[in-house]
C-alpha cells in the first residue's frame, strides 16, 4: 500500500457535479492514497481506520488546485513600453505600425534560448503556483514558424517538469501572420496545416490546438483548414473567439467539438446554441477586457439560459493581460462581468479541467481523481472572490504532494 494522507477539521468546496453550488461538506474529511483522492465527503462517514499521514486544517477550507485553462504565459520581453506610449494617446495600431505590438515579443521571442525563455516564464508561473494553481494551460503563439512554436512548447513542457504542476500545451500558431509572410495569409496558413501542426503532433508536443479567429487575426475560413489539420493530426481544438468583433467563430469552433471557444465579448445567440449542443466551455477573460479597455460584455445571461459551462482563466500575455494572479481574474470576472461567487470557482476549478478535457482527472475534489488542492486561511469561499491583492493560500498540494 503506498502513501496515504489525511486532511482532517476540513471544510470542502467540492465542486462535484449533481451538487448544488460548490458541493460543501462543513465537517470534512480527505483521504489521499498514492497521489489519487479515495475519499472526499463528511468525517462522520470517513474511512479513518489503517496508517496514514495526518493533517489536521483547523477548519480551513479545501478547494480543488486552481486551474488556469488559458495562459501565454511564455514568451519573451514585455510590453511596458508599450503601455506607456498608450498612456500617451498612442493607438494600438500606430504602436504596431512601429514595429510594436504582438510582432515586438515575435522578434524576441525568436531571438530567445529555450534556456532563456523558460528562465524569464518561471517567475510569472510561479506567481500562479504561490496562489494555489496545480494546474495550467501553456500556449504557443510567439513563434510563428516551425522551429520557434516548437520550442515555446518544449519550454512549456520544461516548465511543468521544473515545478510541480501539470502544463498542458496548445500549439496556437494561427495566433498572427508573421512579417515575412506580409500580405500571404493563406501561405501561412499552409505552412501551418501541412508542418508545424502534423510535427508538433508527431513529436507530442502539443495537448490541443487554438487559433485567432479575428478581423486583426485569421478568417473563418482560416480557422476550418486549421481545425481540419488538427483533426487530422488527433488534436482537440480550442479558439480565441468573438472577442472583437462576430464572426460565427464560436459556431464554427463548436461544429469541430471544441473544448472551449474563449473570450466571446461579441458572442450572439446562434453561437451560444452551438456551444451548448457541442459541450463547448465558456471561457471568460476579464483581465484583457480590464486591461484594453473593453466596455462591450460578453453575454453571460444567455449563455448561462443555455446552461453553456462558465471557465474563467487569466489570459496571461504581454500584450492584453500582462496578468499573474488567478484570484484577480476572479474578482475581475465578479466585478466586470457579473459572474458569481459560484460561478467564478468553478471557472477556476470543475468547468477550467473541462475546457482542457481534464474533467475526469482534476477540477472537483472526488475519488479517483489526482489530489490536487489549494487549502485556504479564510472564513468562506467567498472571500476568495471579493479580496484584492491579498492571498490567504495556507498550503497547496499537487499529486498529493
Ligand atoms: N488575443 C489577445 O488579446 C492576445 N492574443 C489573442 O489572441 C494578444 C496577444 C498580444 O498582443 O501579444
Ligand atoms: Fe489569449
Given at each position: ?34 497521489g ?10 470517513a ?33 511596458a ?5 498608450r ?63 516548437l520550442?515555446?512548447?518544449?519550454a512549456?513542457?520544461?516548465?511543468g517538469?521544473?515545478?510541480?504542476v ?12 508573421p ?5 500571404r ?19 507530442g ?85 480590464y ?22 482563466a487569466t ?11 488567478l ?13 458569481s461567487?459560484?460561478?467564478c ?11 482542457l ?7 472537483s ?13 479564510v472564513g ?5 472572490v ?5 492571498n490567504r493560500?495556507h ?7
Open positions: 500500500m503506498g502513501a496515504r494522507r489525511i486532511w482532517k477539521n476540513a471544510r470542502l468546496a467540492t465542486m462535484r457535479p449533481g451538487l448544488p453550488g460548490l458541493g460543501i461538506v462543513e465537517d470534512g474529511a480527505l483521504i489521499a492514497e498514492d489519487r483522492i479515495l475519499y472526499a465527503g463528511p468525517a462522520s462517514d474511512p479513518l481506520s489503517g496508517e496514514g499521514d495526518i493533517a489536521n486544517c483547523e477548519g480551513r477550507w479545501i478547494t480543488p488546485g486552481l486551474i488556469d485553462c488559458h495562459t501565454h504565459l511564455v514568451h519573451a520581453g514585455n510590453r513600453r508599450e503601455f506607456e506610449l498612456l500617451e494617446g498612442a493607438s494600438y495600431e500606430e504602436i504596431a505600425r512601429a514595429g510594436g505590438g504582438i510582432r515586438s515579443t515575435v522578434a524576441a521571442t525568436r531571438a530567445a534560448s529555450e534556456e532563456e525563455l523558460i528562465a524569464q516564464s518561471l517567475p510569472r508561473l510561479d506567481a500562479l503556483i504561490a496562489e494555489g494553481v496545480t494546474t495550467i494551460e501553456i500556449k504557443s503563439g510567439y513563434g510563428l514558424d516551425l522551429e520557434n512554436e520550442k515555446q512548447l518544449r512549456a513542457r520544461a516548465l517538469e521544473a515545478r510541480g501539470t502544463v498542458r500545451t496548445t500549439l496556437l500558431a494561427a495566433h498572427a501572420l512579417p515575412e509572410f506580409e500580405g495569409p493563406d501561405v501561412y496558413i499552409d505552412l501551418v496545416c501541412k508542418t508545424i501542426i502534423p510535427e508538433a503532433a508527431r513529436l508536443l502539443a495537448d490541443a490546438v487554438d487559433a485567432f479567429c479575428e478581423g486583426i487575426g485569421f478568417s473563418r475560413e482560416q480557422t476550418r483548414r486549421v481545425f481540419e489539420a488538427a483533426r487530422s493530426a488527433g488534436l482537440p481544438v480550442k479558439l480565441h473567439a468573438e472577442q472583437l468583433s462576430n464572426l460565427g467563430a464560436a459556431e464554427l469552433a463548436a461544429g469541430f467539438s471544441a473544448l472551449s471557444a474563449d473570450h466571446l465579448e461579441y458572442l450572439d445567440e446562434t453561437g451560444i446554441q452551438a456551444m451548448a449542443r457541442a459541450g463547448t466551455v465558456a471561457v471568460m477573460l476579464p483581465g484583457a477586457f486591461f484594453l479597455r473593453d466596455t462591450k460584455l460578453p453575454p453571460m445571461d444567455i449563455l448561462r439560459r443555455y446552461g453553456v459551462p462558465l471557465a474563467l489570459d496571461c500575455n504581454p500584450g492584453t493581460s500582462p496578468l499573474t494572479s484570484l484577480l481574474a476572479m474578482n475581475m470576472g465578479a466585478t466586470l462581468f457579473r459572474m461567487v459560484d460561478e470557482l468553478k471557472g477556476v476549478t470543475l468547468n477550467a479541467a473541462r475546457a478535457g481534464l474533467a475526469g482527472e482534476t477540477g475534489l472526488e475519488p479517483g481523481k489526482r489530489c490536487d488542492l489549494a487549502i485556504w486561511d468562506s469561499p467567498a472571500e476568495l471579493y479580496n484584492i491583492g491579498l493560500l498550503e497547496r498540494i499537487w499529486s498529493g504532494r
